[in-house]
């Protein structure tokens, strides 16, 4: 998955005074695009790349490699570089996975940035607080932590057969997928489950079991995998807002998706190699 980086380790202490080096990596997002190049093995711009850049804020290291967010609106565009979608290196052929993962992490922690440059309580203006990773508000003291989104990715069997769907076509997304969904005020996650399959696809389920997790930046959240089984009449009823098929299939005629990066892609190999659930 994206966060499977051994021997390597993503570590994210919070050091407000943290000083960059030359070689230290620095993300600038304009939007949904980073800045970046056409280069595998380096493919985003370090501390000396830039002419004195201001408003960095220390996000993580991995290895020996400390990473920055640089907030400035408007910047000078090193030499080389140009702004791409974060998603498109998901299907870059030999892209570092580590590279993949911080920049997934970072995006995360630059939206909520952007996203709480003021208090959602008085107005004032935020700014980040020295003893932890959080933003506190100039004018009422308000701290505000990272938002993290708690979501379910779900495996439902009916014996040997994977409830296998893809995604609406508005959703831009074209591989085989699972049914997935955000966990909503006062759910446990299991609720999440239960919910998620009657919405999406018009099944009950029971025998709810928990799999693994997952950090997902791109969508600021942490997915949890969870099978289950149906629980009576194994009809599909489609909910056509949300996804564009969704079908029976047999273990052995499983077809992933194009990398092994998503908690998804892991739970589908993982049914379709026979592994109890």
């Not at 989104?149 to 009916?158: K, L």
Request: charged share 25%; hydrophobic share 35%; aromatic share 12%.
């Amino acid at each position: 998955m994206i966060q499977d980086i051994k021997p390597l380790k993503l570590d994210n202490s919070y050091s407000c005074g943290e000083l960059p080096d030359e070689k230290s990596i620095v993300f600038h997002f304009d939007g949904k695009n980073v800045l970046c190049r056409d280069d595998k093995e380096n493919p985003f711009p370090v501390y000396a790349d830039f002419v004195l850049p201001d408003d960095l804020i220390y996000l993580f290291s991995i290895g020996e490699y400390k990473y920055f967010l640089l907030r400035d609106s408007t910047i000078n565009i090193p030499q080389g570089f140009d702004y791409a979608d974060v998603k498109k290196f998901r299907s870059i052929e030999g892209m570092d996975r580590v590279s993949i993962f911080a920049l997934a992490t970072a995006y995360h922690l630059s939206e909520w940035y952007n996203n709480s440059r003021y208090c959602g309580k008085c107005g004032g203006n935020t700014v980040p607080d020295r003893k932890e990773r959080a933003l506190k508000c100039t004018f009422c003291g308000k701290i505000i932590y990272p938002r993290i989104n708690p979501a379910v990715i779900v495996g439902v069997a009916d014996g040997d057969r994977l409830l296998i769907t893809r995604y609406a076509k508005n959703r831009g997304v074209t591989h085989n997928a699972l049914i997935a969904g955000f966990t909503e005020i006062g759910e446990t996650l299991e609720e999440t489950v239960s919910r998620e399959v009657m919405e999406e696809v018009g099944l009950k389920v029971k025998n709810i079991r928990y799999y693994k997790s997952q950090p997902w930046g791109y969508s600021g959240g942490i997915l949890m995998g969870f099978f289950c089984e149906t629980d009576g009449d194994t009809s599909i009823t489609l909910d056509e807002s949300e996804l564009g098929s969704a079908e029976w299939v047999k273990r052995e005629d499983i077809q992933g998706q194009p990398d092994d990066l998503s908690l998804t892609n892991e739970m589908m190999m993982y049914f379709k190699n026979g592994n109890p659930l």
